[in-house]
């Protein structure tokens, strides 16, 4: 009889060396020898428990991947924070494409869907090695945004390729990342610059502004202008400034003129499915681009007569020296890996990193990912500021957490959940519309806006994905564990208890193991207790040890505390 035990969970709250000089001799007068100060010596740290040592472990582990595994804590320790973050950032990048092409020596193209796409994600975010690329590139995906949720949805291979861009750029250059992006014929579908013609005024055609404004407002340097610190700057009248305006919009629109599919020409412009190619680079046609001079930010002044790329390249130059895109950029990294309302120096310091890497280059994105997770906010937030720090845990990578952490596997070794938003409101590439899934400034009324905080990832934890969310955890947690008594099928997904069903006559190390995996050492003496408790009912009632780890797992992960990651 299977039994599963509701608790009230606790509320979410959020030496001294002294010298001294004597002089002369019985005979000789005394000399007055000034005596020096007193050396300041600061005493060395105490060295690290094993214990505390795990639990920064863990912490780190839950900012940098998609899920904190045993493994992985022991691994780090044994490195230390630095050399693990090095060794992260210079993994090779493991591609999602080639896992979908591969799966075709398994089904016929014909056959396959938006499921098996976002099978390649699963499969990435679950058990790829390179961990922090594959969340830095999720990270991107939420910022440089593209969705299957227009006429991308059949093109599996070119939303794949596009995600693949900000796996290989995720530790490059900003620079580099938003050229590659601005040339994606997927982001050109998406976001109309394929096929994006100079102006015509018999044929009544005008260049498309929709990437001109994008690009600006999401992708880079935001609406208005910013302080170092992520603040806005603020005029005579003490009112924000506008970062650009209607015409600069209409001068980028015509940069952005001339590019179309791979390999277009003149003659083959408008017969865009001869040349329909969603892989490589998109391809500029001269006769299409407007070759006026062009008013740019900051000033810049492109002059008349050059061609689309030197164009578009002055472009992307001209934004990325903006002052605003260290700060936007930084911000939305914090927001994503670490805390939802960073401090304005936290904002500032990884803005300086990215302004300078220390060797003088700007937009290096390695040191910037570094920079978030090494700075002492995020090592100490949860301490020193704790009604403001950490964030909402994205409904997805709860998923990912709980099959990461308890080793997921399936009888025919692939990830089969072709359909997450349905649980999570959240799938790779299918956010609703360019401005994602939740926007970074969203908040709720009441105690959270009053006290001028933001929770982006509430905006679609609505009560319906609140209980969706709920449910997958009760189907994985309680009834998708491998010593559970029905028949799986070769596409279940299973996780495993064996490490912690071995420690069920040892309660406390069982707590301290749990409170690393999911929470990273922050579970409260009081629910500590209120889980103590349970296993020894569970136990009175000779409830065998996987079901009661079943029952341990998904009380913790559907609790208030798990909601936050610090």
């Not at 992708?219 to 005579?236: Q, R, T």
């Not at 015409?247 to 390999?263: C, L, Q, Y």
């Not at 689309?308 to 927001?335: G, K, T």
């Not at 990215?354 to 280059?361: E, P, R, V």
Request: charged share 20%; glycine share 4%.
């Amino acid at each position: 009889m299977r039994m599963l035990y509701h608790f009230r969970l606790p509320s979410l709250c959020l030496v001294v060396l002294l010298f001294s000089a004597c002089g002369g001799s019985e005979t000789s007068a005394p000399v007055n020898v000034p005596t020096a100060p007193p050396p300041v010596v600061t005493p060395p740290s105490p060295e690290k428990t094993i214990a505390e040592k795990q639990v920064e472990a863990a912490r780190l582990l839950s900012q940098a991947t998609f899920g904190v595994r045993m493994q992985d804590i022991d691994a780090l320790v044994n490195l230390g924070p630095d050399k693990w973050l090095e060794q992260q950032l210079g993994m090779p990048a493991s591609y999602h494409l080639p896992y979908f092409e591969n799966l075709q020596n398994q089904i016929p193209r014909d056959e396959m869907w938006r499921a098996h796409r976002v099978e390649a994600w699963w499969q990435h975010s679950i058990f790829a090695e390179d961990q922090l690329r594959q969340r830095v590139a999720f990270a991107l995906s939420e910022l440089m945004v593209v969705s299957e949720k227009s006429n991308l949805f059949d093109d599996f291979e070119g939303l794949l390729g596009y995600y693949d861009i900000l796996v290989k750029h995720a530790f490059g250059n900003y620079r580099d990342l938003l050229e590659e992006v601005t040339l994606s014929p997927i982001m050109g579908m998406y976001l109309s610059m394929l096929g994006n013609e100079k102006a015509d005024i018999a044929r009544n055609i005008r260049p498309d502004e929709n990437y001109a404004r994008e690009l600006m407002q999401l992708f880079s340097i935001g609406l208005v202008e910013l302080n170092l610190d992520g603040s806005p700057k603020l005029d005579a009248q003490n009112q924000t400034i506008a970062t650009y305006d209607q015409e600069i919009i209409e001068n980028f629109a015509k940069v952005f003129t001339g590019w179309h599919f791979n390999g277009t020409s003149e003659e083959t412009w408008h017969r865009w499915w001869q040349n329909y190619n969603t892989q490589l680079p998109m391809t500029a046609v001269e006769s299409y681009h407007d070759r006026s001079e062009k008013h740019l930010l900051n000033g810049l002044v492109l002059p008349a007569e050059q061609s689309a790329y030197a164009d578009l390249s002055a472009a992307l130059d001209n934004i990325f020296a903006h002052q605003n895109l260290a700060p936007f950029v930084a911000r939305h990294l914090i927001q994503r890996l670490v805390s939802s309302n960073p401090s304005r120096d936290y904002v500032q310091r990884v803005a300086q990193v990215f302004n300078d890497n220390g060797q003088g280059i700007r937009g290096d994105l390695a040191a910037v990912v570094k920079a978030v997770l090494s700075d002492q906010e995020a090592l100490s937030g949860h301490q020193t500021m704790p009604e403001r720090f950490g964030k909402m845990r994205e409904p997805i990578i709860k998923a990912t957490h709980l099959w990461r952490a308890f080793n997921a596997s399936s009888p025919n070794g692939r990830i089969e959940l072709g359909w997450p938003d349905y649980f999570f409101n959240q799938a790779p590439l299918a956010s609703p519309s360019v401005f994602n899934f939740f926007l970074p400034d969203h908040t709720t009324p009441g105690a959270l806006a009053e006290q001028d905080l933001v929770v982006p990832e509430l905006q679609i934890m609505t009560e319906t994905f609140v209980v969706r969310t709920t449910n997958f955890l009760a189907y994985y947690a309680l009834w998708g564990h491998s010593q559970h008594d029905r028949e799986f099928s070769e596409h279940d997904i299973i996780v495993d208890y064996s490490a912690e069903a071995a420690l069920i006559d040892s309660p406390d190390e069982l707590i301290q193991r749990l409170n690393l995996l999911l929470l990273s050492g922050s579970m409260s003496e009081s629910y500590k207790a209120i889980l103590l408790e349970a296993i020894e009912e569970a136990q009175q009632s000779q409830v065998p040890a996987h079901e009661q780890i079943a029952n341990l797992v998904f009380l913790i992960m559907s609790s208030p505390q798990y909601a936050v990651q610090q």
